[in-house]
């Protein structure tokens, strides 16, 4: 079975700073990779996506995150954030082939000025 | 297009009633997808269906719960009766096989609210 872990529970950082948010998988199939995020009472919304191809992958407003396969990882990284982007940030598996998605729990990006 | 609608937004019940809550994916989606977020458990999927047929129903919490999916452009998730630790927002999602595959749309939720 796949699983997903997001090691930190809680990123403050102070506006225009640089940020990543951690995420491990588990596997041992191929998978798809997602970062989706939820603003307060909002639903999730899809921020970027791994399928295949270049192992960095760009989204919206400025965030990306790479794959590594070897340290079965899927970081997200923003190298300024806003004050905006104060979200809740879930990463999430698929299993190659299949529709159902995996999260983790959550990290709380708090971005304070 | 919409995006995924589910009603109501917020719900609040009495222990023992029954609750109703509703989707309507994106049109041409053949995926549909019901989650519930709670502080304790995160993001968890309670069922989902392939073409209007349950494929997992491995997390629906207990009998208590039933979803079902009449048509392409409707689905229902029940509970019966509903206890106070179902409180939770429950998200419907939806995805396509063709143009942007495994890629879910989330719908903006409902909050219910067991009292």
């Known amino acids: 079975a796949q699983s997903v872990t997001q090691l930190d529970s809680q990123v403050p950082v102070f506006e225009e700073a640089p940020v990543e948010l951690r995420c491990n998988y588990s596997?041992?199939?191929?998978?798809?990779l997602f970062w989706y995020v939820q603003y307060p009472n909002q639903g999730l919304q899809l921020l970027l996506k791994?399928?295949?191809?270049?192992?960095l992958v760009k989204g919206i407003n400025g965030f990306e995150a790479e794959f590594n396969k070897s340290q079965t990882s899927f970081h997200l990284r923003k190298p300024s954030v806003h004050i905006s982007d104060t979200a809740e940030y879930f990463c999430?598996?698929?299993?190659?082939?299949?529709?159902?998605?995996?999260f983790g729990t959550g990290t709380r990006l708090l971005v304070s000025p | 297009d919409a995006g995924v609608i589910q009603s109501p937004r917020h719900e609040v019940t009495e222990m023992g009633q029954e609750v109703t809550l509703r989707c309507k994916p994106i049109?041409?989606?053949?995926?549909l997808f019901w989650y519930r977020q709670t502080m304790m458990r995160g993001l968890e999927l309670l069922i989902y269906?392939?073409?209007?047929?349950?494929?997992?129903d491995s997390g629906m919490p207990e009998d208590r719960f039933s979803a079902k999916m009449p048509n392409a452009s409707f689905s229902t998730l029940k509970i019966q009766p509903s206890e106070p630790r179902d409180s939770a927002v429950y998200f419907c999602?939806?995805?396509?096989?063709?143009?942007?595959?495994?890629?879910?749309?989330f719908g903006q939720g409902t909050r219910l609210t067991v009292v």
């Open positions: 049109s041409g989606h053949d995926y």
């Open positions: 269906f392939n073409n209007n047929v349950p494929i997992d």
């Open positions: 791994y399928l295949s191809g270049s192992t």
């Open positions: 596997s041992s199939v191929s998978v798809y």
């Open positions: 999430a598996v698929s299993v190659t082939g299949f529709q159902k998605l995996v």
């Open positions: 999602a939806s995805s396509g096989t063709e143009g942007a595959p495994v890629t879910a749309f």
